[in-house]
């Protein structure tokens, strides 16, 4: 965490100034200083009629100039953002796949689980504060202090007719209303089903365990849709041209076997420390089925998006592929790799 944080901050004062933009493009488009050149001494000799339109055309230049800078000072000021943004939705969503995990077993009054219960409830215990932490970097973004969200600047939606066509879902209020309400609902269940375990504990009868049951099955419908909902909005619109049907549940798969190996390792360590006695091999191989079991469905998302993206050849779906193959090979192919067939 000390790494981390190290990390973030030498990230944040690391980013390039105006003036420092301004050389790096300059040594990465040398050329383009070579034709300006030979444009200006050729330009001497048009006819003093053209005057106008050269005006025009240095009006332009500059212009194209201005907006290149401006694009490329954005990417560079996004780098510890979106790093930052990735861990944050990383570490949240994992805390959200062992909640989705935990409500699924109360939900289906399974028998071999709830001595794993402790060990879930703490682990969804870091939901309040990276939801917190998340919000306070998508409200961020709502008010331009990053770039993460191009759909956000209103000079970006001006241009694009697809992004105008999309304005009514694409809306900073819309965006952060739901998170609010998605968010909250996601922390309202946690702390309900927290406070009715523990009460459990101590009842002589079985009323919390009953009110559990309720709420996870509840959760468990909200859970659905908002998952998909979040999937769109907090990852998709971050390209808001790329599109796939598949993508809410291909998000799902990610987080929520993410979630189960957590619990695993969890439950492994504090049982070689000394504690959860009671857990035994059954129960870690019930984890390892699970885990073995959505790594399975996940490969299997996986590769019915890219068949139906290969298939269909449409350029603003192909994109998604094409960029993360040509300039992310190692860790596109490694992911598929230690997804699935490291599982057998």
């Not at 901050?9 to 383009?32: N, Q, R, T």
């Not at 339109?53 to 212009?63: Q, R």
């Not at 694009?71 to 861990?87: E, G, L, R, T």
């Not at 079985?206 to 907090?234: P, R």
Request: hydrophobic share 45%; net charge negative.
């Amino acid at each position: 965490m000390i790494l981390g944080i190290l990390g973030i901050g030498y990230g944040f004062l690391s980013i390039p100034s105006k003036e420092e933009v301004k050389e790096m493009i300059a040594h990465g488009d040398g050329h383009h200083g070579e034709t300006s050149a030979h444009e200006s001494h050729a330009s001497h000799d048009v006819a003093s009629a053209h005057d106008t339109h050269k005006s025009e055309v240095k009006h332009e230049s500059n212009s194209h100039k201005d907006a290149h800078l401006e694009h490329v000072m954005h990417q560079q000021h996004n780098k510890p953002w979106s790093a930052f943004y990735v861990a944050c939705i990383f570490f949240m969503l994992l805390s959200v796949g062992v909640l989705a995990f935990y409500a699924i077993q109360q939900a289906a009054q399974a028998g071999w689980s709830p001595i794993l219960f402790r060990v879930m409830e703490g682990i969804t215990g870091y939901l309040l504060p990276g939801s917190i932490i998340f919000f306070i970097v998508l409200a961020l973004s709502g008010f331009h202090m990053n770039h993460i969200f191009v759909w956000m600047d209103e000079s970006v939606v001006a241009k694009d007719h697809l992004l105008q066509a999309k304005s009514g879902w694409l809306s900073v209020g819309r965006f952060l209303i739901t998170a609010i309400i998605i968010l909250g609902v996601w922390n309202l269940y946690r702390y309900v089903s927290r406070k009715n375990s523990l009460a459990q504990d101590e009842a002589g009868d079985n009323s919390n365990y009953k009110k559990n049951f309720k709420w996870a099955a509840g959760f468990l419908v909200f859970f659905i849709v908002s998952e998909s909902i979040m999937s769109w909005d907090w990852i998709m619109s971050v390209d808001p041209h790329w599109y796939s049907t598949l993508f809410g549940w291909y998000v799902f798969a990610s987080f929520f076997v993410s979630g189960i190996t957590a619990i695993a390792l969890i439950t492994l360590y504090l049982k070689s420390q000394g504690y959860l006695e009671q857990v035994n091999t059954s129960h870690i191989h019930d984890l390892a089925k699970f885990m073995f079991g959505i790594s399975i469905f996940w490969t299997y998302l996986w590769f019915s998006q890219f068949m139906l993206i290969w298939y269909s050849n449409i350029p603003e779906e192909v994109t998604y592929f094409v960029t993360r193959i040509e300039n992310y090979k190692l860790p596109f192919f490694g992911m598929l790799v230690m997804n699935f067939i490291s599982h057998y």
